[in-house]
């Protein structure tokens, strides 16, 4: 550790993010019926978010990243399940590590983590988790369609494509 503006800044933040990664690349494993070409995709993503930790090379993140979703998603389209009850809790681990994978970065670059964003990163996993899993129960409920249901899921994608598209403006 380093102090700087009498703060403890930790160079490298990784060590927490690694166990997480590694975690999430083995989720198919847990869950069995995993064919090799799934497995493949974790170990190649597992191998980017340590290169780019390690290295540090920043460009490889965003592909580890992207190779532990697909991973993941290939993983359930080939088991065929409807609904995956702990996709809440995967996609908070999700959100943990591409949050502590760029705050490693940061802080090896030079970056003061800030409490500030430490605990909004709190905050969004436990609200994500929740909403995830609020949304799983609802589509769990057998509810009769129609218009006015519908309606609200059109209304629903447009709010989210707004959402999206604001904060893409940078």
Known sequence: MTRRDGVAVPMVLAPGALPLAAGLALVPLVGGGAPGAVLGMGALALALYVAALAVPWAPALPWALGLLALEYV?????????????????????????????????????????????????????????????????????????????????????????????????
């Open 74 to 170: 290939t993983w359930l389209a080939l088991r065929g399940a409807p609904l995956d009850a702990t996709a809440p809790v995967y996609a908070a681990a999700f959100f943990l590590c591409a949050e502590l994978g760029w705050l490693g970065l940061e802080a090896r670059s030079g970056g003061r983590p800030w409490l500030g964003r430490a605990v909004a990163v709190g905050l969004v996993t436990l609200a994500g988790t929740a909403l995830g899993a609020a949304l799983l129960l609802m589509a769990a409920l057998p509810v009769a369609g129609g218009p006015p249901l519908t309606g609200l899921g059109v209304a629903a994608a447009i709010a989210v494509t707004a959402a999206l598209a604001w904060l893409g403006r940078r």
